[in-house]
Structure formats: structure tokens, C-alpha cells
Nanobody, 126 residues
Framework: QVQVVESGGGLVQPGGSLRLTCAASGFTLRDYTIAWFRQAPGKGREGVSCMSSSDGSTYYADSVKGRFTISRDNPKSMAYLQMNSLKPEDTAVYYC???????????????????WGQGTQVTVSS
């Protein structure tokens, strides 16, 4: 049985850091492209970061470049999103998603991703 579970969210002050974890059980993670998406209240789901299965290429939304870092540990079947210099506009539910194979033409086309976690809430507020 396959399962994707995010953790690590919480309440943090502006300028603070959080590290999100994605535990992907039942997968051979090296075969999957991993992405993080987020959805703020009243807004659509947006891509935040992606790491391809094939060569480890990474992609970031302009809004998080230089602040967020995606990584993965294939043997442990885990992925991570290190978030630094957090801003109130980063407040959202964050989702981990998996797509079999290499990254597609649009890394943040959420229709490409077949497996999703339930999300973890990140709130940035003073």
C-alpha cells in the first residue's frame, strides 16, 4: 500500500524557518519526481518546488527562490522542504506530491502528479 504523509508544519514568526518532511511509503522513491505545492485560503494550489527523479534537477517558484530548498533521501523514501526567511504570505497548507518518472514540461502542473499527501499547515505570523 502506498502512502504519502507530510509533517513539520506549524506556527512560526516572520523570518523564521521550518523543515517539512514527506514520508513516501510503498514507493521506490528514486523512480519518482517529487514536488511541493501549497494552497492558501481562498487561493488555488500553486507549485513551490520540484526535484526530478532522473538527474535531481530542481525547480522553484519565483516567490521562494533563495529561501526554500528541496531535497530527498531515496533509500529512506523521504523528501524535505527547508524553508527559511519565512514571510506571512508563505502561510498555506503544504502538500507533497509524486509523479512517476522524470519531471514533465511543466514541473508545477499538478495534474501530472498521481500521489498526494493530506497536507501540513504552515502559518507565518507574529
Amino acid at each position: 500500500q502506498v502512502q504519502v504523509v507530510e509533517s513539520g508544519g506549524g506556527l512560526v514568526q516572520p523570518g523564521g524557518s521550518l523543515r517539512l518532511t514527506c514520508a513516501a511509503s510503498g514507493f521506490t522513491l528514486r523512480d519518482y519526481t517529487i514536488a511541493w505545492f501549497r494552497q492558501a485560503p481562498g487561493k488555488g494550489r500553486e507549485g513551490v518546488s520540484c526535484m526530478s527523479s532522473s538527474d535531481g534537477s530542481t525547480y522553484y517558484a519565483d516567490s521562494v527562490k533563495g529561501r526554500f530548498t528541496i531535497s530527498r533521501d531515496n533509500p529512506k523514501s523521504m523528501a524535505y522542504l527547508q524553508m527559511n526567511s519565512l514571510k506571512p504570505e508563505d502561510t498555506a497548507v503544504y502538500y507533497c506530491a509524486l509523479d512517476y518518472g522524470s519531471v514533465g514540461a511543466d514541473p508545477f502542473n499538478f495534474y501530472e502528479y498521481d500521489y498526494w499527501g493530506q497536507g501540513t499547515q504552515v502559518t507565518v505570523s507574529s
